[in-house]
């Protein structure tokens, strides 16, 4: 009977240390890196770097599903959604005092402290005083040569967050 429990112990043991190690694998940072458009000029302040969380749902045949956030509140006041299309959502917010002359891009450097060589499907601007978060799906295609899909785009608690699905 002992040597049973045990077992059901380290068995129980061993499968969450597993799905921890999965949850684990599934999220994962992109980090933005920031391009003053005149980097020459001391005024204004641009942050150097912008970091989002995108995480994989669990695989399902046929397809993978990512969902993502970013929360800026160092940086900017409340998202709204600009625009938003087939292909891509715009959301907009004031900077804030610190950052509200800035004037630059960025897009996604390294993606879960890797490289990233890919098309910066998230990108940003800083222009008259605000900061502009797009996702943007075009000229993305999956593993059957499709545009991946933005199935969600939302502000909450005053934070972009998006989901988007493609195919494999």
């Known amino acids: 009977m002992f ?3 045990t077992f059901l112990m380290g ?8 799905l921890n190690f999965a949850n684990t694998a599934l999220a994962g940072s992109v980090t933005l890196k920031v391009y003053p458009l005149n980097p020459q000029d001391a005024f204004p302040i641009c942050p150097t770097e912008i970091t989002v969380t995108e995480q ?3 695989y399902y045949e046929g397809g993978y599903t990512i969902d993502g956030k970013a929360q800026m ?9 600009a625009s938003t299309d087939q292909f891509s959502v715009i959301w907009v917010a004031k900077l804030q005092q610190k950052y509200r002359n800035c004037v ?3 897009g996604i450097a390294t993606k879960n402290n890797e490289p990233f060589q890919s098309h910066s499907y998230i990108r940003m601007r800083f222009t008259k005083g605000n900061a502009y978060l797009i996702l943007d799906m075009t000229g ?3 593993a059957n040569r499709l545009t991946p899909v ?3 785009n939302e502000v909450k608690d005053g934070n972009p967050t998006w989901t988007w699905a ?3």
């Open 73 to 81: 509140g160092w940086l900017t006041r409340e998202f709204k959604i």
């Open 3 to 5: 040597r049973k429990v």
């Open 140 to 142: 993305m295609y999956d």
């Open 166 to 168: 493609g195919t494999d």
């Open 11 to 18: 068995l129980a043991i061993a499968q969450t240390a597993i």
């Open 150 to 152: 933005i199935l969600k």
């Open 56 to 58: 994989s749902r669990p």
């Open 104 to 106: 630059a891009s960025a």
